[in-house]
């Protein structure tokens, strides 16, 4: 476990993640992270559930309609 703490920036509240916790979460300064609910308490992630959905529904799309997308791209 990583204790992290509360800094003020501006008119708001920000959590400083260390170097290492970046690395391991594949991070960079500008890259958005999620915070979802979980049954023990709360998960910081890079991985958006809603976008993962959307993308699910996308390739199931692709797929049944390669054919007309392969005209569409000509």
Do not use: C, H, W
Request: charged letters at 30%; hydrophobic letters at 45%.
């Amino acid at each position: 476990m990583t204790a992290l703490k509360l800094t003020r920036i501006g008119n708001s509240v920000g959590v400083i993640l260390p170097k290492e916790v970046l690395a391991r979460l594949k991070l960079d300064a500008g890259d958005s992270v999620f915070l979802t609910e979980a049954p023990d308490g709360y998960r910081l992630t890079p991985y958006d559930a809603e976008f993962e959905a959307q993308m699910k529904v996308a390739r199931e799309v692709m797929k049944r309609r390669r054919a007309a997308l392969r005209e569409l791209a000509k």
